[in-house]
């Protein structure tokens, strides 16, 4: 049940509703009628150009910037079955190095010495924890909650020598780490 409106609150209401311009003649009428004053200028009129409608979720049909296409999906360069299987996380790590705590100066010889040993170990799949990162805070520079290993570690595994043993590297399943853990599928030896 609602409460009665006092008289000192509906006197302060009527104050405020006085004030209030309707949303109809405003929308109406956006601009104060003023008498109309022609200038003459001595530079030609140019059309603005006009924009096609455009709904959100719809593709543009303008040809805008070429740098600025869509990058095509990651070449996936294992077999299609055996890359879902890592994706589910049904394929079991051979082998995992935990990189958490380390520096950048400790993490990269490390992960050097065990993709390179894993290879000459003749393993397949290994997983390369590197931790989610601390938050950052909110006066960071630089957006985002990645940690610094989290970051770099693809880069290495991108690099020489690393990426002549690897055949993929991928964010593993959730059960393996999630985002904070990388799978790395390694080449077979000829």
Same mark, same amino acid.
């Given at each position: 049940?609602?409460?009665?409106?006092?008289?000192?609150?509906?006197?302060?209401?009527?104050?405020?509703?006085?004030?209030?311009?309707?949303?109809?003649?405003?929308?109406?009428?956006? *601009? %104060?009628?003023?008498?109309?004053?022609?200038?003459?200028? /001595?530079? %030609?009129?140019?059309?603005?150009?006009?924009? %096609?409608?455009?709904?959100?979720?719809?593709?543009?049909?303008?040809?805008?910037?070429?740098?600025?296409?869509?990058?095509?999906?990651?070449?996936?360069?294992?077999?299609? *079955?055996?890359?879902?299987?890592?994706? $589910?996380?049904?394929?079991?790590?051979?082998?995992?190095?935990? !990189?958490?705590?380390? /520096?950048?100066?400790?993490?990269? %010889?490390?992960?050097?010495?065990?993709?390179?040993? /894993?290879?000459? !170990?003749?393993? $397949?799949?290994?997983?390369?924890?590197?931790?989610?990162? *601390?938050? *950052?805070?909110?006066?960071?520079?630089?957006?985002?909650?990645?940690?610094?290993?989290?970051?770099?570690?693809?880069?290495? !595994?991108?690099?020489?020598? !690393?990426? /002549?043993?690897?055949?993929?590297?991928?964010?593993?399943?959730?059960?393996?780490?999630?985002?904070?853990?990388?799978?790395?599928?390694? $080449?077979?030896?000829?």
């Amino acid at each position: 049940m609602a409460r009665k409106i006092k008289s000192d609150e509906q006197a302060l209401w009527k104050k405020v509703a006085d004030t209030a311009i309707p949303i109809h003649t405003a929308m109406a009428d956006p *601009k %104060p009628k003023t008498p109309k004053t022609v200038f003459k200028s /001595s530079k %030609p009129i140019v059309a603005k150009p006009t924009f %096609p409608l455009f709904k959100v979720g719809s593709k543009s049909h303008l040809n805008g910037n070429p740098s600025r296409k869509e990058a095509p999906p990651p070449k996936i360069r294992m077999d299609s *079955k055996s890359f879902g299987k890592l994706t $589910r996380g049904k394929l079991r790590p051979e082998a995992r190095l935990d !990189l958490h705590g380390m /520096s950048l100066s400790e993490a990269h %010889p490390a992960l050097q010495g065990f993709i390179l040993g /894993s290879a000459q !170990l003749q393993r $397949r799949l290994v997983l390369v924890i590197t931790g989610k990162g *601390k938050p *950052k805070s909110d006066f960071s520079l630089t957006p985002g909650t990645q940690g610094i290993l989290q970051r770099n570690v693809p880069i290495w !595994l991108a690099q020489a020598p !690393l990426s /002549s043993v690897i055949l993929e590297a991928t964010p593993a399943h959730q059960r393996h780490g999630g985002d904070g853990a990388i799978y790395v599928y390694l $080449r077979k030896r000829r």
